[in-house]
């Protein structure tokens, strides 16, 4: 077996490797729980379509794949971010009750002022 044919074997088992593993990250995305798992779903789909046309520009023995690659690579990595932008905050801003600025560092000096006046009963107390 010349090293070619070899390397043939070894993309050829990586595309059907990476194919069964993008398969199972879309299930997982539309099944997902949350929607930070969605968007993590999303970026794995896209570095292993990445890794796909990679190996396809490397069997095929075709430069301009790479910088197709590349800039999904740039799309994909833009997607990610905007999605997490529009996505995450909204999510946390439910948590804290929509608080504002100065209504979270209301709260947080509340919370302190409460964890130390605990503290301080704990040294009362004794062990």
Known sequence: MSVEAAYQIL????????????????????????????????????????????????????????????????????SVLILANVYIPFRFSHKDGGAGAEEKEELLTAGEELSANNEAERGREGP
């Not at 088992?13 to 879309?26: D, E, G, N, T």
């Not at 299930?27 to 930070?36: A, L, Q, V, W």
């Not at 430069?63 to 990595?77: E, H, K, P, Q, R």
Request: glycine share 6%; proline share 1%; hydrophobic share 60%.
């Open 11 to 78: 993309f050829s088992a990586a595309l059907v490797w990476f194919s069964i593993l993008i398969l199972f990250m879309l299930i997982r995305s539309i099944i997902g729980p949350g929607i930070t798992d969605r968007i993590l779903c999303i970026n794995m789909t896209g570095t292993m379509v990445i890794c796909c046309i990679t190996i396809l520009s490397r069997i095929m023995k075709e430069g301009y794949l790479v910088d197709v690659a590349l800039i999904y690579a740039m799309i994909s990595f833009i």
